[in-house]
């Protein structure tokens, strides 16, 4: 019966707590309950971030499961003791079968209501305060079997900021409600006086936010915007700090020095900043040495770690500010990563490629350099040569120039002894004379020609590009050698195209051409029987834009795998031969836009064909 008894008190205890996590966890270790007790509402930035600091003090504890519970006091903008009593009724009944293992309280509102009301709901638990100044007044605040991790930035923090980003700081203005609060900045009046006597203060902590816009957009330059969490105005509205800072912000003419970093990145330019998540965290590891057993007494109050100077660097540029100002250890913000800091591998490759080709460039350039003047080189050579086998096929050609002088000359001394005899009559017909005379000229002038035409054959001239007759070049050269050929019974016959030929180039080049080649097949034919020898040149047109010259012999033609051979310098199957006469064909003709080939005709000799680009193509 008693064991009955027993048994049933513990269902009915479970049943009244209604299947809670108490009565689930009962097979482990008690489960822990840690009470939040904020000042403010949960759902702003800055206190939903201690308590997610809070929350992960636990979690890194994680010894035994610990439940969190959370409560917004909300005074600040539900004032009055109505308001409390009814919070107060409603805290008690809410807890009444929860039993709370630790408060960790937070914010000086916070820590006042416990002072006052602690006794009637949770009479028993200890507190851990956090978020509080460490100041006679709110240690004054604390129970017994408490402690505390204060936080705060002291109102020479935000002087010491201002100057930092305003050197020559003669003025400030103090914007936000906390300002008027002693438990929180205490008492900056007796502290600004203390760090920069003649500072100018412009106290906005009553004013409406309006008036605080207006006034803040025409600040005098050497002065800056101190501001503290503003949650109501002079008219008493309501606001969430962050949002009446965005606000002031956007009408502000001058820097704005702020208190926590949740504001940070809202065009304030930083400051000694609150980390409410490090504040959580601080006030949440002293709750957990509580809960493993630590008595609060024996931990003292002590200063935490969570303030920190931090500045935005877009502000910073705004403003002109050197960083080297800044507070030592100040951390910076936002900085937008240099060019060369966000594009430095595209950039790396990009030079490099760059780079690369530009090497390439420079060593192509080089080559063609080298090229140009290799190319300058072999035409200098090859003009020299040239030169040589003109003054060479000179000599043969002394015969043919002789015997062509010999005519006019014969003429002109005919001619003078004609007028010699007419002027030595009676009665000299001068009409005659006069005639003589022109026909003299005429023929001393063909005789200039003729020489003119072997020194031009002889001079080392640059080239020169005109438009000439091809039929005629080829029979002047035809002509030069007739005498030539005629020494070596040779029978040479030029057979022109009955349509005319004109081509681009250099006369005495070509002419010099096609006589190696003519030269070469009266050697060719040299050796055969007198009637077998035979040169033939012949001129035509070919596909329409295409002049030809071919020049074939009797003799005993080429080799058949030397056809190509034969035109390389110094190739030569003659006893006497230099071997250039083909080559410097060859050059001309390529020089000339032309092409250069030979074959064996079938009768047995070889010709030679020279193909050239007519000047104006039909
Ligand atoms: P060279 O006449 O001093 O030998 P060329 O360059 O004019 O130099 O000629 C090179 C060679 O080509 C000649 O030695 C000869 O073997 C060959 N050749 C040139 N023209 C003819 C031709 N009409 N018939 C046969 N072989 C020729």
Not at 170 to 181: E, F, M, P, Q, Y
Not at 186 to 214: C, I, N, Y
Not at 233 to 239: L, S
Not at 302 to 317: A, E, S, T, Y
Request: proline share 5%; aromatic share 6%.
């Amino acid at each position: 019966m008693r064991m009955i008894t027993g048994l049933s008190r513990i269902l009915i205890v479970c049943l009244f707590a209604t299947l809670s996590r108490e009565c689930i966890a009962a097979d482990g270790p008690r489960q822990r309950s840690i009470l939040v007790l904020e000042e403010a509402d949960f759902r702003s930035p800055f206190y939903s971030e201690i308590f997610a600091g809070i929350r992960a003090a636990a979690k890194q504890n994680g010894k035994s499961d610990t439940v969190i519970y959370g409560e917004s006091l909300d005074l600040a903008r539900f004032p009055g003791p109505d308001y409390e009593e009814s919070l107060v009724g409603h805290l008690k009944t809410k807890y009444a079968l929860r039993s709370i293992d630790v408060i960790v309280s937070i914010g000086v509102a916070s820590a006042k209501f416990l002072q006052k009301r602690k006794q009637d709901i949770w009479p028993a638990a200890p507190v851990v305060y956090g978020f509080v100044p460490d100041l006679p007044e709110t240690r004054a605040l604390f129970l017994p079997d408490t402690t505390a991790v204060f936080a705060r930035v002291r109102p020479t923090h935000l002087l010491t900021a201002a100057r930092a980003i305003v050197p020559d700081l003669t003025r400030v203005v103090l914007v936000g409600d906390a300002w008027k609060n002693p438990l929180v900045y205490g008492h900056w009046k007796q502290d600004f006086a203390a760090a920069m006597p003649g500072l100018e203060v412009t106290d906005l902590s009553d004013a409406v936010l309006r008036d605080v816009r207006k006034q803040v957009a025409s600040l005098p330059a050497r002065s800056a915007i101190l501001t503290s969490a503003m949650y109501s105005d002079g008219e008493g509205t309501y606001y969430s700090p962050a949002s009446a800072l965005a606000r002031i912000a956007e009408s502000a003419n001058r820097p704005i020095i702020m208190t926590s970093d949740t504001f940070l990145g809202r065009s304030g330019v930083g400051g000694f900043l609150l980390l409410p998540e490090i504040i959580g965290r601080e006030a949440g590891e002293v709750a957990m040495r509580i809960l493993d057993g630590e008595a609060p007494s024996r931990i003292a109050p002590f200063g935490g770690d969570n303030v920190k100077p931090i500045f935005d660097w877009r502000q910073l540029q705004r403003w002109n500010v050197d960083q080297a100002n800044l507070p030592p250890g100040s951390e910076v913000r936002f900085r937008e990563p240099s060019f060369w800091e966000q594009y430095y591998w595209h950039s790396t490759i990009v030079a490099s490629v760059v780079l690369v080709q530009g090497l390439m460039i420079a060593i192509l350039l080089r080559e063609r350099r080298l090229r140009f003047l290799a190319q300058v080189e072999a035409r200098q050579r090859m003009s020299e040569l040239a030169h040589m086998n003109r003054r060479a096929t000179a000599g043969e050609m002394t015969a043919s120039i002789a015997h062509e002088l010999n005519q006019p000359l014969a003429a002109i001394l005919i001619n003078a002894e004609t007028a010699q005899h007419v002027l030595q009559g009676p009665a000299p017909d001068l009409g005659e004379v006069r005639d003589i005379l022109d026909h003299i000229r005429r023929d001393d002038q063909r005789a200039a020609e003729i020489i003119d035409r072997l020194r031009s054959f002889l001079k080392r001239d640059p080239t020169e590009r005109r438009e000439i007759d091809l039929n005629a070049t080829v029979a002047e050269v035809f002509r030069f050698l007739s005498v030539q050929a005629m020494t070596h019974d040779v029978e040479l016959a030029a057979e022109a195209s009955s349509s005319a030929i004109r081509v681009k180039g250099d006369k005495v080049q070509l002419q010099q051409a096609i006589l190696n080649l003519v030269v070469n097949g009266m050697d060719a034919v040299a050796h055969l029987p007198d009637d077998r020898r035979r040169v033939v040149g012949r001129t035509s047109l070919a596909d329409g834009n295409l002049a030809l010259v071919s020049i074939a012999d009797t003799g005993d033609g080429i080799l058949a795998e030397k056809v190509t051979e034969i035109f390389k310098p110094f190739f030569t199957t003659k006893a006497q031969g230099m071997g250039i006469g083909l080559s410097i064909a060859h050059t001309i003709v390529e020089a000339h836009g032309g092409r250069i080939w030979a074959e064996n005709t079938p009768s047995g000799g070889a010709v030679f064909h020279v193909s050239l680009p007519l000047a104006a193509p039909r």
